[in-house]
DNA sequence: AGGACTTTCAACCGGTTGGTTGACTGGCTC
DNA sequence: GAGCCAGTCAACCAACCGGTTGAAAGTCCT
């Protein structure tokens, strides 16, 4: 196991449950119980979700008293932000390059081009 | 299932030849021999990824002549960002107005108090 | 029509996940 | 020290995932 560190934090937050704790934790600290009270699942549950995104570091767990509090790890964000820009960049310069391709394509022949299309799902 | 949307673009990213795929999809689009040549795995499995992908609306494929074309669409980065940059953005925002809070109190309080706790309702 | 190639479906397998219940530990407070 | 409460571990289960193989459609070109 121990996969990339970029595949535990996707697989942290493909989920609903994990999500919702995460953007809670983004207000403010919380403890297990906290953190627990708004879902319908056992308290265990919870408990195992929370180590799905310790794992994956979303979250960390400083040593403390009794009502151990968890807290949000921001750094993970500039991870995803680092990878997910990277791939929007380089698609948004392909496209502006096709772009310019096709306009100059359309500039230098001035043959027909009956380019239908209809994208959108 | 029809898991919401992010849950499923969270889980098509979570895995590392995914991840590859739309990195090189990025960069220009691909049949599906093309995009399976540089993995082990056999066409099949190269094809239900692509099956995941799709499904996530990560990418598109627009019917064509035989060598179908796989195009990445790139939308499914502003819902990410989306998501990703309102937790960043409230956990920032509560670092400071935490910051504000404890440098006010060493300012007014230089005796007693200490009232450290970071819980939420 | 035949043949090659691409695409897709289906069944199967081992490992992981999300959830359960039950039991156990660790601290605090009487 | 008894008891409670928060937190944790372990076993189990059904469902899902990533991969395989095998077979069926399409689709294109002669």
Redesign the pocket.
Known sequence: ?V?DALSQIF?AL??P?RRDMVARLAVGDA???QLAEPY??????V??????LEGAGVVS?PPG????SVRLETEVFDLMDTWIERARRQAEERYRRLDAVLSAMNETTTTETDEQNGSVA
Not at 40 to 45: F, G, R, V, W
Not at 65 to 68: G, S
């Open positions: 196991m996969a697989a493909a989920d449950t403890t297990v119980n319908e699942m056992s308290l265990q549950a408990y195992k979700h929370l180590r799905v767990r008293p009794q009502p151990r």
